[in-house]
């Protein structure tokens, strides 16, 4: 009864910036570590960014000065602030939470996907 919905993904051009949202919604007790992947075709998913509760945050080397991950606790939603977006970005973008849910169980969860596609 827990679902991540994502938004945001589309198309930009080289050089451009876009948001990605995701938040959970249902039967939520308390979520700790939010992240965002990626997945490019013919590659791995690869972690792109990750905060915990308490806004301490990661990222990968290659968006490291470009990208923000940042989260809303009261409303159960994570952000990625793109900016400066290069071609080799061009993945869908997946969010996963780790919730303790209404059970008091910890799972991972995790949203649909969201294509971004960013054009030279």
């Known amino acids: 009864q827990v679902q991540l919905v994502e938004s945001g993904g589309g198309l930009v051009q080289a050089g451009g910036s876009q948001r990605l949202s995701c938040t959970a919604s249902g039967s939520i007790s308390s979520i700790a570590a939010m992240r965002w992947y990626r997945q490019a075709p013919g590659k791995q998913r690869e972690l792109v960014a990750g905060?915990?509760?308490?806004?301490?945050?990661n990222y990968a080397d290659s968006v490291k000065g470009r990208f923000t991950i940042s989260r809303d606790n009261a409303k159960n939603t994570v952000y990625l602030q793109m900016n400066s977006l290069k071609p080799e970005d061009t993945a869908v973008y997946s969010c996963?939470?780790?919730?303790?849910?209404?059970?008091?169980?910890?799972?991972?969860?995790w949203g649909q996907g969201t294509q971004v596609t960013v054009s030279s």
């Open positions: 905060i915990t509760r308490d806004g301490s945050t």
């Open positions: 996963y939470a780790d919730i303790l849910n209404s059970l008091y169980v910890w799972r991972d969860y």
